[in-house]
């Protein structure tokens, strides 16, 4: 599958579920679930910023983004540049921004890698929650501030930390605030995903190719060591999630 390929889906502007013969009924029956769930929800989240997508670029969140845009199309996509992702993740971004003409957000740390490792090192070696909390944490959860909806690509199957994942829930913000926080796929399977992809001949990370399965900072990513677990290649095991999922603690 080619970028041109993704080219004349935009271009065709629409999302076509006319063909769900060509899907297993259980897939079928969760596309139309995704997509009255958006129409739902966005309608209800009616501004032009009232809801945004976080996307790491990854194959359910670029799948979910393809939903998405065929109902609004302009809507913000956030992206945590921690500025230690893959250069192949950087370039992937840039051509699917460029051929779908996202409306990217670049979510940027107070400090810069440079400045950061000049005053604490390597922390992504020495302090890996406190590196995901200064450069994933902290800017993401300023961001999702601004909107009333915000929309994620998180499975169920995808780790246990998320077994208990809700399709919608309201999600409590370190402010107090809070923010409607959907995951459309929350009980979609790796398969159904990439067969999704494939029908739509959306192109993947090439990372995957590689042997990835979940893909993260390039220091905190490796080849999964449990072919049963696809996050067992982040953070080399000594954690599970980098903080942008959990639930601010209650303010005393």
């Not at 983004?65 to 893959?86: K, Q, S």
């Not at 993740?89 to 107070?110: F, Q």
Request: aromatic share 8%.
């Amino acid at each position: 599958m080619s970028y041109s390929s993704i080219r004349s889906l935009d271009k065709a502007g629409t999302l076509s579920l006319n063909s769900l013969a060509d899907f297993e009924p259980s897939l079928a029956t969760k596309l139309i679930h995704v997509r009255s769930l958006l129409e739902r929800e966005l309608a209800a989240a009616s501004g032009e910023n009232d809801a945004c997508l976080t996307c790491s670029f990854q194959a359910e969140d670029i799948l979910l983004l393809y939903l998405a845009r065929a109902i609004r199309p302009n809507i913000p996509v956030l992206f945590l540049d921690t500025g230690y992702h893959f250069a192949e993740t950087y370039a992937y971004r840039d051509r699917i921004a460029s051929d779908w003409k996202l409306n990217l957000v670049n979510l940027l740390p107070v400090r810069s890698v440079a400045e950061q490792e000049q005053e604490h090192g390597l922390l992504h070696q020495t302090a890996p929650d406190r590196c995901c909390g200064l450069r994933k944490v902290e800017p993401l959860f300023a961001a999702v501030g601004g909107y009333k909806v915000w929309l994620t690509g998180l499975r169920r199957e995808q780790a246990r930390s998320r077994a208990a994942l809700e399709e919608i829930a309201d999600f409590i913000l370190p402010s107090g605030g809070a923010v409607r926080k959907l995951s459309p796929l929350a009980d979609w399977t790796t398969r159904e995903v990439w067969e999704s992809c494939a029908h739509y001949e959306i192109p993947l990370l090439p990372l995957y190719e590689l042997g990835y399965s979940s893909i993260g900072c390039e220091p905190c990513t490796s080849i999964p060591t449990d072919p049963s677990d696809p996050r067992s290649g982040r953070w080399a095991g000594r954690k599970v999630e980098c903080g942008i999922h959990i639930q601010a603690a209650p303010a005393r």
